[in-house]
C-alpha cells in the first residue's frame, strides 16, 4: 500500500471530537493499569491524549485519574463490557461531526498522524478507499486493521451501533469486528503509530526505541512540555545553538543558565515562539561579543541589540 501524504498545510481543517478507550482489563500484562504505565516518563494514556489535544471534546472511556489534559470522564454499562459497549458510552458525550477513536497503549501516535487520519476522512484523498468513507482506519506492518487508531464518521458509527443493538438486543461483549465490517473504511499503513502495547515485551521495545539516538531529544521535550503543561513549540536548534555559543564562548555552565534566563525573558514578553526566538537572538549576539574579546585579534562582531 502507497503511504498516504496529506496535501497542504498539517493542521485539524475543522473541529473534531475524541474518545479514547482506557478502561480494559489488560489481561496479557497480568492485569496491570496500562493506561498508567509509563514510557519515556508518561503514562501512556497522556502521551495519547496530547496526540488528540486539539480536539474539541476529548471523551476518555474508564475510571477517572489525574491526566495532563483536560478531558470528560464516561463509563460502559457494566463496565468491562467491551470496546462496542465502551464506544458507545463515548460517543454519547460528542457532538461534533467527525470522532477520532483510539486505544489508551499507543505511544509513537502523534497530532500529525491524528490530522492525517481526519484529512483523510473528510477529503477522501488517499490512494485507496472510497471517496467518502465512513472512516480511515491505520494498519500495521502485518496489514492487519487497527480500528482503535481512526477516525470516523460520528453519524456512521451510531448508525452501526443502534443497527447491532438491535439484533443483539445490546451490544454488550460483541468485537469491534462486527462494528467495522458494516463501515465503508479508508486503509493507511503506519507501522510506527499503530504500535500498541500488548505486552510487557511491547513495552521494553516502546521504552527501547524512544532512547534511540534519532528520538530521545524530541521525546524528552515532549515529556517535559506535559510535566510543565506548555503548549509551545520552538525551534529547538535555536536553543541548542544559544547553548552551544554560550558554553565555548563563556563557561559551560552558562548553557543551562542562559536558556532558562531566555525562556523567563520571553514568558515576560509575553510567550510565544516568536518571544523565545527575540530573547535567543539577544542572548547569542551577547555570547558572540563575549567571545570576541577573549580573542585580542579578532574582528568585533556586531552588535545585534
Not at 489534559?69 to 454499562?77: L, M, N, Q, T
Not at 468491562?80 to 458510552?89: F, N, R
Not at 563563556?250 to 510567550?271: D, E, N, S
Request: aromatic residues 4%; hydrophobic residues 45%.
Amino acid at each position: 500500500m502507497t503511504a498516504y501524504e496529506p496535501p497542504g498545510t498539517p493542521g485539524p481543517a475543522a473541529p473534531y471530537d475524541a474518545v479514547v478507550l482506557a478502561g480494559g482489563a489488560a489481561r496479557r500484562l497480568g492485569g496491570a493499569d496500562k493506561p498508567g504505565l509509563r514510557v519515556g516518563g508518561r503514562p501512556l494514556l497522556d502521551r495519547v491524549l496530547t496526540a488528540c489535544a486539539t480536539a474539541t471534546t476529548t471523551v476518555v472511556v474508564a475510571e477517572p485519574r489525574e491526566t495532563a489534559h483536560p478531558v470528560r470522564w464516561a463509563r460502559e454499562d457494566p463496565p468491562g463490557g467491551g470496546p462496542l459497549a465502551a464506544l458507545d458510552a463515548g460517543l454519547r458525550h460528542t457532538s461534533l461531526e467527525h470522532v477520532v477513536v483510539l486505544s489508551a497503549d499507543l505511544p509513537f501516535l502523534d497530532q500529525a498522524t491524528v490530522w492525517r487520519l481526519l484529512d483523510a476522512l473528510r477529503t477522501g484523498n488517499a490512494p485507496e478507499g472510497p471517496a467518502k468513507p465512513d472512516g480511515v482506519l491505520l494498519t500495521d506492518p502485518d496489514g492487519r486493521d487497527q480500528p482503535l487508531v481512526a477516525a470516523y464518521r460520528a453519524d456512521a458509527l451510531r448508525r452501526e451501533l443502534a443497527a447491532l443493538a438491535a439484533a443483539h438486543g445490546e451490544v454488550t461483549g460483541l468485537p469491534l469486528r462486527r462494528l467495522t465490517a458494516a463501515l465503508d473504511l479508508t486503509r493507511i499503513s503506519d507501522p510506527v503509530a499503530s504500535f500498541d502495547c500488548d505486552t510487557w515485551d511491547d513495552i521494553a521495545a516502546a521504552r527501547a526505541r524512544i532512547r534511540e539516538h534519532g528520538n530521545v531529544l524530541d521525546e524528552w521535550i515532549s515529556a517535559v512540555k506535559d510535566e510543565l503543561g506548555i503548549d509551545l513549540d520552538v525551534d529547538t536548534g535555536v536553543l541548542l545553538d544559544l547553548a552551544r555559543d554560550a558554553a565555548h564562548g563563556v563557561a559551560r555552565p552558562a548553557a543551562p543558565l542562559t536558556t532558562f534566563l531566555v525562556g523567563y525573558a520571553a514568558a515576560l514578553a509575553g510567550g510565544g515562539p516568536e518571544a523565545v526566538a527575540e530573547a535567543s537572538r539577544k542572548a547569542a549576539a551577547l555570547a558572540l561579543r563575549w567571545a570576541d574579546e577573549d580573542t585580542p585579534d579578532a574582528e568585533p562582531t556586531p552588535d545585534a541589540g
